[in-house]
């Protein structure tokens, strides 16, 4: 056989079988969805994960007119419920809403019976939103150098609480302890609302609050914010200064929500969800419905996602080899 009717027989079986693909990934995406969709929350109802997730469950239910159901699975840091989504049939029809938490499991348990790459599928990025370090008003505290003055001359009496080990608000504290340069002891709380009502009661001296949990509190005086933890000011405290500006430069934590599913699940059912979220998240509807609570709608490519996911990982293994954080 000549060398113009090999290269022909090649060209025409690349033919053949790119368009099986493309015939196969038409029959996916076509057939998908037929049953409802599950989307996982490894956290009580109420939190970030839970909302993004609840609210894109409604849109997608309308737009695919199938069942999207929230099914909220506590415990472990969220471990639970992306233990139960790794090993779910790769369909897509096992979904799993989570936030920076995802990334920092891997840096504080010592066995996890899932890989937090490997394992999952990035479907998008959904939100983002950021922290407010919070102190009680009758700390005496007037701005954020003179709460960092106070810990370096309390070494070792200093504290500050978080919604427990491993929460994005023990991290983000975590963080600021080492770019600050102060020593604080860490206490961990159940949740979010207790760790607030310490700092309300000034049993303890700061904790990184997630915003929407705490702007009430900030706007009627019951809680002093001291600095936002994004690069820029927030608009739903915008008298309060970044960390940044307020004494500790370059300093940036950032609160993430998003989606997976696992790894297997077929590409084009992959792209054709975060196509489909991308819409939603676009949608100036969602960021109408978002921003009164610091949430901001914030869509990205899978492979955009799982990239983030990486970083993180690294950023909190370095903080956690640095504290000694192990999972309790």
């Keep these: 056989m000549g060398l113009r009717n090999v290269c022909y027989v090649i060209v025409m079986s690349l033919f053949f079988w790119c368009g099986l693909y493309t015939a196969a990934s038409r029959a996916v995406t076509a057939d998908y969805p037929i049953k409802p969709i599950r989307i996982l929350v490894g956290f009580t109802p109420g939190g970030g994960p839970d909302i993004t997730a609840r609210y894109i469950s409604q849109r997608l239910s309308e737009e695919y007119k199938q069942q999207v159901i929230v099914d909220n699975r506590p415990g472990a840091g969220g471990t639970i419920a992306a233990n139960i989504t790794a090993n779910a049939n790769p369909d897509g029809y096992t979904l799993l809403a989570v936030s920076s938490a995802h990334a920092v499991a891997p840096a504080i348990y010592s066995q996890l019976p899932f890989n937090a790459l490997r394992d999952f599928a990035g479907i998008s990025q959904t939100a983002v939103s950021k ?30 609480s978080s919604a ?30 207790e760790a607030l009502t310490e700092s309300l009661t000034g049993r303890v001296n700061f904790f990184m609050s997630p915003i929407a949990n705490a702007v009430v509190f900030v706007r009627e005086g019951k809680l002093l914010g001291l600095g936002v933890s ?27 929500f998003g989606l997976l599913t696992a790894q297997r699940v077929p590409k084009p059912i992959l792209m054709g969800l975060n196509h489909e979220v991308t819409r939603i998240l676009n949608d100036p509807e969602a960021r109408k419905r978002w921003a009164p609570i610091g949430l901001e709608p914030s869509p990205t490519t899978p492979a955009a996602f799982d990239k983030l996911i990486a970083s993180d990982i690294a950023i909190f293994t370095t903080i956690a080899n640095a504290g000694n954080i192990k999972a309790q």
């Design 131 to 160: 922290y407010v370090l919070v102190t009680s008003p009758t700390s005496g505290y007037k701005n954020l150098k003179d709460l960092m003055q106070a810990a370096q001359q309390k070494s070792g009496q200093f504290n500050f």
């Design 164 to 193: 427990g080990v491993g929460s994005g608000s023990h991290f983000a504290g975590e963080l600021f302890k080492s770019m600050a340069k102060i020593d604080a002891v860490h206490i961990p709380f159940k949740g979010i609302p």
């Design 230 to 256: 994004s690069i820029k000011r927030d608009p739903l405290l915008p008298d309060v200064p970044t960390i940044a500006e307020a004494g500790v430069p370059k300093f940036e934590s950032i609160l993430w």
